[in-house]
């Protein structure tokens, strides 16, 4: 690859790229709100997770997920799988009663 300037049919589509990104607007405004942070927000995660809304398949596939990961574990004691139904099942819980409070009108 040559380090010299480009051919004139790509600086022609970059600039026309560029032109089309100067005019948007909503991406002018995002670029000049951007904050870098050290810290993540956590009240904009429990605001998402809090509204979080589980679909009845999702909830029925992770509840099938984790009985089988338990019953698997109880069989066999394989440590790998004792852990993945422990990072399993507390989502599983979670999205369980996610569902039962949008199911109850709560």
Do not use: K
């Not at 429990?46 to 069989?75: D, E, K, N, Q």
């Amino acid at each position: 690859m040559s380090l010299g300037r480009l051919p004139d049919h790509e600086q022609r589509l970059l600039d026309e790229i560029e032109r089309a990104l100067c005019r948007d607007r909503r991406l002018a405004r995002r670029l000049r709100t951007l904050r870098w942070s050290r810290w993540p927000d956590v009240p904009g995660l429990l605001r998402r997770v809090g509204s979080y809304r589980p679909h009845t398949l999702t909830v029925a596939l992770l509840c099938a997920l984790s009985v089988a990961l338990s019953v698997t574990g109880m069989i066999t004691s394989a440590p790998g799988v004792i852990w993945a139904f422990a990072l399993v099942w507390p989502p599983t819980l979670f999205a369980v009663f996610r569902l039962l409070c949008r199911w109850s009108g709560g």
